[in-house]
């Protein structure tokens, strides 16, 4: 298993702002794509977005298409998720993950199989 922790949620209005990182351990972080996932109360884990390990192209979930940004750090084994405009539909619980080292360097994997480590996730609780 390689250990990947995230930070940053917690609760904020609607129309706020928050910003998650997700911390990889490991020496080739660089060399996979990332992507965050979200699950909500009674709801299946959905997609949200996800970043090539070239940094070269990102994709969204149409829902929050133009509110959030995906980026990594290659240097720092990080990847964030910049969340913006939030709703109170955006409340969930939110995963990063690693895909499964198949993907070239400029394919964003989009669906949970495509991802074979998961962090233990974060609360995101978006208030009206």
């Known amino acids: 298993q390689v250990p990947l922790v995230e930070s940053g949620g917690g609760l904020v209005q609607a129309g706020g702002s928050l910003r998650l990182s997700c911390v990889v351990s490991g020496r080739t972080f660089s060399r996979y794509a990332m992507g965050w996932f979200r699950q909500a109360p009674g709801k299946e884990r959905e997609f949200v977005a996800a970043?090539?390990?070239?940094?070269?192209?990102?994709y969204y979930a149409d829902s929050v298409k133009g509110r959030f940004t995906i980026s990594r750090d290659n240097a720092k084994n990080t990847v964030y998720l910049e969340m913006s405009s939030l709703k109170p539909e955006d409340t969930a619980v939110y995963y990063c993950?690693?895909?499964?080292?198949?993907?070239?360097?400029?394919?964003?994997?989009?669906?949970?199989?495509?991802?074979?480590?998961w962090g233990q996730g974060t609360q995101v609780t978006v208030s009206s």
């Open positions: 970043i090539a390990w070239t940094n070269a192209n990102t």
């Open positions: 993950a690693r895909d499964r080292g198949f993907s070239t360097g400029y394919e964003t994997p989009h669906t949970p199989y495509d991802y074979s480590a």
